[in-house]
């Protein structure tokens, strides 16, 4: 079976505090892909990034990086430095090799003051 | 940059109504997907559609359901007759290619509600 859990449903942190949105996944498939996506207030959903199963490689993208660890079931996303503008529901999403379906978590809602 | 679109934004039906929600995936897109999301909770795969055929549906994708692509530009998602359990944001999502490692692209959503 497919799964992904984020633990977290909702973090309050203030403006340029580090945080840490956790995301850990099930499947029997050994390649597979992660994905992180935005849902800011306004609804819509904005792809961040993927990783493939084969590549441990952690990711730095500006104030955005992830942690992919294949030991311990978990693709993380640290944002650094937070701003108001981050505040958003942050899913992370599950897809096998042969499926079409992205599984989604339940989402974890960032909240930034400032 | 290339968008999906949806529309309408929101629609309001009453229970037993036919809906209709339409979305215009990107231009070179060949793979299509309907997801939904009840108020609060998490997004749902519904269907996945390539040429002119289903791929993959879910469990929720029931008879109620029904995918088409009319013509060249439009890919629209049917309920018969609805429910109000199906009051939700539906999703629109293409891909260039069918491959896993693909990101989906999502439209911005067309909020049902049903009375």
């Known amino acids: 079976a497919q799964k992904v859990t984020q633990a977290q449903t909702e973090i309050s942190v203030v403006e340029k505090e580090d945080v840490t949105l956790d995301c850990v996944y099930e499947?029997?498939?050994?390649?597979?892909?992660l994905f992180w996506y935005k849902q800011p207030p306004s609804g819509e959903l904005v792809f961040l990034i993927r990783r493939n199963s084969f590549d441990e490689q952690n990711e730095i993208s500006g104030r955005y990086s992830w942690n992919f660890q294949k030991s311990t079931s978990s693709f993380n996303f640290t944002i650094t430095a937070s701003q108001v503008v981050d505040s958003a529901v942050y899913f992370c999403a599950l897809r096998n090799q042969a499926g079409t379906a992205l599984i989604f978590g339940k989402g974890t809602t960032l909240s930034v003051s400032s | 940059e290339p968008e999906v679109t949806q529309t309408p934004s929101h629609q309001v039906t009453q229970m037993g109504q036919e809906v209709i929600l339409r979305c215009v995936p990107i231009?070179?897109?060949?793979?299509f997907y309907w997801y939904r999301q009840i108020l609060g909770q998490k997004v749902e795969f519904l269907v996945s559609?390539?040429?002119?055929?289903?791929?993959?549906k879910s469990e929720i994708f029931d008879d109620q359901f029904s995918v088409e692509r009319p013509d060249g530009s439009n890919f629209t998602l049917k309920i018969r007759s609805t429910k109000l359990e199906d009051s939700a944001m539906y999703f629109c999502?293409?891909?260039?290619?069918?491959?896993?490692?693909?990101?989906?692209?999502f439209g911005d959503g067309t909020r049902l509600s049903i009375l």
């Open positions: 231009s070179n897109h060949l793979y």
């Open positions: 999502a293409s891909s260039e290619f069918v491959q896993a490692n693909q990101p989906q692209h």
């Open positions: 559609f390539y040429n002119n055929e289903i791929s993959e």
């Open positions: 499947t029997r498939d050994t390649t597979y892909y």
